[in-house]
């Protein structure tokens, strides 16, 4: 099973080089002024041209107007956005429509009801990102360093290929894709030393140990579909299907 990982809240040339060189797919920056990881303009147009080429660029942005939006484009050329607020489908609709880029939503899971959020989104993103929901005060509506319980993931199929994230760790990915079987992670906190500080052995590890687990996943599959007995199989199914008949 091939698996995308995207490093973000890289902020600096040195921790993007570290990111590049583990072989990670994608890079985020941050805009989002709270944030240990927000960007100024001018470094992120100087981290985005280091990039370009290397790995797919994505702009976080949370609840960003038009203007707002405009100017991470120009500074940036992302290859993506992803919108990390509270930006309903028709927003992002909307900035699809206007800036013509693909657009990842990221939505906040706590439980079984948010799932039912995801085929408005679906229909209208290119990608959806699924994270933790951000505990109740959080400064951040995601960066937070916290899981969710992946097990609300098994079995889940959208029309759409969809990211994990949420406190995920070198330690904890295998797990987290066994469980899951997400194509795609995403990963901030976990391979920092503090907040906004990235480590680049933890991006090693974690890029090593995501594309592993992704093997490793990849292998069961292949010995199931081989014949074993049905216990043998993982949770998750094989077979597409759509969210909206399928939720289990
Ligand atoms: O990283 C941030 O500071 C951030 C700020 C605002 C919204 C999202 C943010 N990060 C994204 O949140 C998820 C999970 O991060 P973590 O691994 O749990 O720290 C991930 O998609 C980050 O890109």
Redesign the pocket.
Known sequence: MAIEIKI??LKTPETLDAALAAGADMV?A?F?AP???HLDLATAAQLGARARGKAQIVA?S?DADDAALADIIAALAPDAL?L?GSETPERVAAVKARFGRPVWK?IGIAGPEDLAKLPAYAAVADRL?L??KAPKGAA???????PFDWNLLAGLDLAKPFML????TPENVGQALAITRARAV?????VESAPGVKDPARIAAFVRHAREAAHDVARAYETAAAGPPADHLPAAPASPANLTSSTS
């Open positions: 973000c809240g985020g941050v989002f944030s240990p990881r976080l949370v992803q990390h990221a990102l994270d933790a951040l509506p995601g960066g937070n360093g916290v994230s949420g406190g995920l995403d990963v901030s906190s976990g």
